[in-house]
Nanobody, 121 residues
Framework: VQLVESGGGLVQAGESLRLACAASGSTYSRYVMAWFRQAPGKDRECVAASGGTTNYADLVKGRFTISRDNAQNTVYLQMKNLKPEATATYYC??????????????????WGQGTQVTVSS
């Protein structure tokens, strides 16, 4: 499985950005897909996950939306009203197991290379 993120960039606070993650493999639709982010000096944190259910970190609820196009093997993260603290490298992740804990990085077997998001104030 290969995951390739795109869509990162530099935006101003209050603006929006959409990230995309293209996945290889024909069984993509069966797995949990998630977006994590990691800022310098901080732990990697999950912001959203999509499997049988959709889950969001409290910090992004109402502003971030995860969606997936199973026909295109692509998962998206729409981010609205971005804040400077959202500045981080954003990673796409794929988890194979059933009943995994969506918010834990160790639940995911495959990772993308990351895409940088920078929000200026």
């Amino acid at each position: 499985v290969q995951l390739v993120e795109s869509g990162g960039g530099l935006v101003q606070a209050g603006e929006s950005l959409r990230l995309a993650c293209a996945a290889s493999g024909s069984t993509y639709s069966r797995y949990v897909m998630a977006w994590f982010r990691q800022a310098p000096g901080k732990d990697r944190e999950c912001v959203a996950a999509s499997g049988g259910t959709t889950n969001y970190a409290d910090l992004v609820k109402g502003r971030f939306t995860i969606s997936r196009d199973n026909a295109q093997n692509t998962v998206y993260l729409q981010m609205k009203n971005l804040k400077p603290e959202a500045t981080a490298t954003y990673y796409c992740a794929l988890g194979l197991g059933y009943g995994l804990t969506w918010s834990l990085a160790r639940s995911y077997e495959y990772w993308g290379q990351g895409t940088q998001v920078t929000v200026s104030s």
